[in-house]
C-alpha cells in the first residue's frame, strides 16, 4: 500500500458510519492574464495529501459505502502530446495512487450528478479556487459562493464530518512530511542567507527579493508565499518592494520557501541596514527575541499554543513597561489584550503542505480545540493555532514588536489601552518600524525541535557579525 | 488629461452611437492555495490600459450616453491598513485616472443590475478570472461560463462594438507603449543572457531557470509567461525542468520578462549544451535562422503577416528539400501544409501587456483581419496574428523546426504528407529535439525594428563565440 493508499484508508476509518461519496477536486490551471497564460501550476493541497497527483484537471470519489476510490481525468490526444509533451494515462496515475478505478472528467461530473439526484451525502472540502466553485457549485445545485471557502469560518455547507477527519489527520505530520519539511526548511535557510547577503544601502528592496526568490526556484516550487521585504516592518503584508535600502533602518524580511514536493518554510529576520543596531532598535529586537525564545522553551506535547501566545504577550508588556511604554498590572494588562497594540497578530500557525496549513478548510477548525474558543481582542483574535500541541505538530513561532502610527491614534482617541499607555513616549517610536523574528517548529514527543538543519543568525550580536562576515 | 483619459476618449470615438454602458472590472486577488495565500497580483490588462490603477477590486462603468466615468472601490479600513498599509482614497485613485466620480464595489454592482433591469445595453469584455465571471453572470444574469473567454473565439456573448473598439486600439502602440515595451526588451535580454551563462553540462535545468527568473524579479514583475526551458524543444510548453543539461543536446530557452509597467518580452534561443553545434544540429539551426531573417526582412506596413509565415514555410521546406527530408512542388507543399509537420505552430502573436496581446478577448478577432479565415491546417491554424501590418504592431517573429515522433508516426499512419515526407530519413531524426529563434519585432513607418537596444546572440557562430566567452 502507497502513502497515499495509506492515508485514504485512514480516512475512510475517522469517517466510519459515514454514508455516501466523499469527493475531491484537483486545481485547473488559473489564469494571470487568459485562459492560457495561468499563473505558475499549483495543484490543491488536500488533493496532493490524498492522491498525490501533480497534474490538473483530476478529481476523484471515494465512495464510502463500496469502498472504491475512483479517480477521473482526461488522457491526452495528440495536440496535448504537441503542446505539453507525453503524460501517463489516466489509468495509471490512478493505479499509482492507489485507486481501485479511473474514468474521464465528465464521468465524474455525471457521477456526482448521479449521487445527488439518488439523495445519496456528498462530502465536500471547502473549495479556494472559482473554477472549481463554478464547478461543484453547478453538480450541487447550490451558488458558488456557498461552497467557496472564506476563511476562518472556512464554509458552512461543506461536509464537517470530512473537513474534520482532513484536519485530524493533516494537523500531525507523518514522518515522511516531517523529512520534506526539514528539506523545505533547509532551502527556506539558504534564501533567507541569500538575502542577508545582499543587503546593501542603495540597492533597491526588489533586488533582494529577486535574488532570494532566485534561489527558491532554483531549486523548488517558489516561493510559499508572497515575500514581505520591506523596511516598514509595521505594514504586516507590504508587498511593494521598491525603497532603496536606507542607513538606520530596519529590514524586515518574511519569506519562505516551498519545496518542489510542496512543502512549505516560512521565516522571518529583521535587520538592521546598516549592518548594527541602534540602540533604541536593540531594545526592541532583545524583547522579540526573547518572546520567540521563550515560546520556543515552552512548547511542547500537552502544552496550548494559545498559552505560549500569551506567555510571550506577558513578557512583552513585562519588558515594555521597563522602556516606560506601558504600565499596570501585567495579567491585567494581559487580560485586556494591551499587548495587541504592539503585536495585533498571533504567535504563530500550522504550517505543511500551506504555509497556513488548511487555511481553506476553516481556520477555527484547523487550529482551535472543541471548546476553545476564538478571542475578539486585536491580536489574540488573529491567532490562529491555538490547540493543545501533540507531536508531529508544526508550527511557526513569530512574535513581534511593531509601531503602527495610524493604530496607536486610535486607541488613544478610543481609550483602549484604559490608561495602561504612555502615549507621549510612544511618539518617539512612530518611525521606528517593527521587528518580527519567526522560526518553524516541529512539536516532538518530548519538547520541541526547529526544522532544517540549521536557524538562521537571530540573537542581535549573532546577526551583527554574520553581516559583518557578509561583507 | 492623462493618458487614461485620452484613451477613453478615443474608445469613446470608437463607441460613437452605440447606447447603454461599458463596463471595465478589475481583477481581485487569485488563490494559490486559499484565499489568503495569493498568487502574484496581476491586473487585468484592459484594465490597465484604460484606467491604470494596480489595485485589486477596482471596477468602472463608462456611461457612453452621458460621459461619466465612475470608477468603483471600497476605501481601506483600519484593518487593511494594520495588514497591507495606507492607501490612497478610492476617490483620490479615481480622480488620478481622470474619472469624474467614484463609488464602492457594491455600488457598483448595483449600478450594473440597475441597468440590466432598465433594459440598456451593458457592454462588457470576456472575464479571464472566474471570481469576475462568478460577478459578471451574476449582475448578468447568465452563467458564468456564458462569460467566460473560451480562448481562440473569445466569449461570444460579450460586446462585439467594445471588443472590437479596444483591440482596434490595443493593437497599434503608442510612444509612450513602445519606450514600456523596449525597457521590457532590455530586462529580457539581460534574463536571457544570464540563463545563456549558467549552461553547464551537470546542472539541472531548474538551476538555470531559477537564475534567469531571479534576475526578471529582481526588476520586474516576473516572467511574462510560463518559462520553458528543456532539451525536449520538440515540446511546445515543456515546463518540467528536473533533467540535469547533457551533452550534444540543444537546449530551448523561451522566456521573457514582464516589467514592473506591465509590458511583455518574449524570446527564443536554442543553444547546444556543450556550446558548439553538431553538424546535424547546425544545419537545422542555419535553416531556423535564415527564417527568422526572412520573415524580419519581409516586415512592414501593409504586408500580411500571414504571408510573411507562408514565406518562412517555404524557405523551410526548400532547405528541409536540400536534407532530403521533403521532395516535391514548394508551392503545392506549402498550400497543402506540409511545414507544419515540422513547425506545428504560428510564426508569431501580438505582444504588449500581454505576452499573448489581448487574447482573453478572442484569438481570431485580434489576429484576423475582416475577411481573412484562420486555416484549419497544423501550423498556419495556430498562427495567432494573421493581419495586414500598421506602424505600431509589436509582434514576435518566432520559426522553430521540430522533430516530433507522435506526430510524424501519425502523418505517416494516415498519409497526411501526400508522399513529400522521407520518412526513413525522418527516423534519424527522432532524438533530435527541436529549434526556435524568437525576437519581438515593432512595425515601423517604413519597415521594422526589434524591440529592445541589443539584440541576444542568433546566428550560429555568433552563439557559439558568445557561449565560449561566457565560460
Known amino acids: 500500500m502507497n502513502k497515499y493508499s495509506e492515508r485514504r484508508s485512514r480516512l475512510r476509518g475517522l469517517l466510519k ?3 455516501g461519496i466523499a469527493v475531491f477536486i484537483g486545481n485547473v490551471e488559473s489564469a494571470a492574464q487568459y485562459r492560457d497564460n495561468g499563473y505558475k501550476w499549483r495543484q490543491d493541497s488536500n488533493w496532493l495529501y490524498f492522491f498525490g497527483i501533480d497534474e490538473p484537471r483530476f478529481a476523484a470519489i471515494m465512495d464510502l459505502e463500496s469502498g472504491v476510490d475512483t479517480v477521473y481525468a482526461d488522457d491526452y490526444d495528440i495536440d496535448d502530446i504537441i503542446w505539453t509533451g507525453p503524460m501517463p494515462t489516466v489509468a495509471s496515475l490512478a493505479a499509482g495512487a492507489g485507486a481501485q478505478d479511473s474514468g474521464t472528467y465528465s464521468a465524474f461530473c455525471t457521477a456526482v450528478s448521479a449521487a445527488v439526484a439518488a439523495g445519496r451525502q456528498v462530502h465536500w472540502l471547502p473549495v479556494s479556487r472559482w473554477y472549481n466553485a463554478v464547478l461543484l ?7 458558488p459562493g456557498q461552497v467557496f471557502s472564506q476563511g476562518k469560518k472556512g464554509c458552512p455547507l461543506a461536509s464537517e464530518p470530512l473537513v474534520k477527519a482532513v484536519i485530524e489527520m493533516r494537523l500531525v505530520k507523518d514522518d515522511d512530511e516531517i523529512a520534506l519539511l526539514d528539506k523545505a526548511g533547509e532551502l527556506g535557510y539558504k534564501m533567507h542567507t541569500t538575502a542577508r547577503r545582499g543587503i546593501r544601502l542603495g540597492r533597491i528592496e526588489q533586488e533582494i527579493v529577486g535574488d532570494m526568490e532566485g534561489v527558491t526556484l532554483a531549486e523548488g516550487w517558489g516561493t510559499s508565499f508572497a515575500t514581505i521585504l520591506t523596511q516598514h516592518g509595521e505594514i504586516f503584508h507590504c508587498h511593494s ?3 532603496p535600502i536606507e542607513p538606520g533602518r530596519l529590514l524586515l524580511i518574511d519569506a519562505g520557501a516551498e519545496s518542489n514536493d510542496h512543502y512549505a518554510s516560512d521565516n522571518t529576520r529583521t535587520y538592521p541596514t546598516g549592518g548594527r543596531f541602534t540602540p533604541r532598535q536593540r531594545d526592541i529586537y532583545q524583547i522579540v527575541y526573547e518572546c520567540n525564545e521563550l515560546a520556543f522553551n515552552m512548547t511542547r506535547p500537552g502544552v496550548a499554543y494559545r498559552d505560549c501566545h500569551l ?3 506577558r513578557h512583552m508588556l513585562d519588558r515594555l513597561g521597563q522602556l516606560d511604554l506601558v504600565k499596570g498590572d501585567l495579567d491585567e494588562m494581559v487580560a485586556d489584550g494591551i499587548a495587541g497594540l504592539f503585536m495585533p497578530h498571533g504567535l504563530g500557525h500550522n504550517m505543511g503542505l500551506d504555509v ?8 477555527d477548525l484547523v487550529g482551535y480545540d472543541p471548546g476553545q474558543t476564538r478571542s475578539s481582542q486585536l491580536g489574540l483574535g488573529s491567532l490562529r493555532m491555538a490547540r ?3 507531536p508531529g505538530n508544526v508550527i511557526t513561532d513569530e512574535p513581534g514588536i511593531y509601531f503602527i502610527p495610524a493604530l496607536i491614534e486610535q486607541w488613544k482617541r478610543q481609550g483602549t489601552d484604559k490608561g495602561r499607555v504612555n ?3 510612544l511618539e518617539e517610536y512612530y518611525d521606528f518600524g517593527g521587528i518580527r ?3 518553524d517548529v516541529l512539536v516532538t514527543a518530548s519538547g520541541a525541535r526547529r526544522l532544517g538543519s540549521r536557524r538562521l543568525p537571530i540573537a542581535p550580536d549573532e546577526v551583527e557579525q554574520a553581516m559583518a562576515e557578509d561583507n
Open 17 to 19: 458510519g459515514e454514508k
Open 137 to 143: 457549485s453547478s453538480l450541487l445545485g447550490v451558488e
Open 241 to 243: 518592494h521598491d525603497c
Open 311 to 313: 506567555a510571550a504577550a
Open 356 to 363: 497556513h496549513d488548511m487555511e481553506d478548510l476553516g481556520e
Open 388 to 390: 493543545k500541541l501533540v
Open 423 to 425: 502615549y507621549a513616549k
Open 437 to 439: 523574528l519567526e522560526d
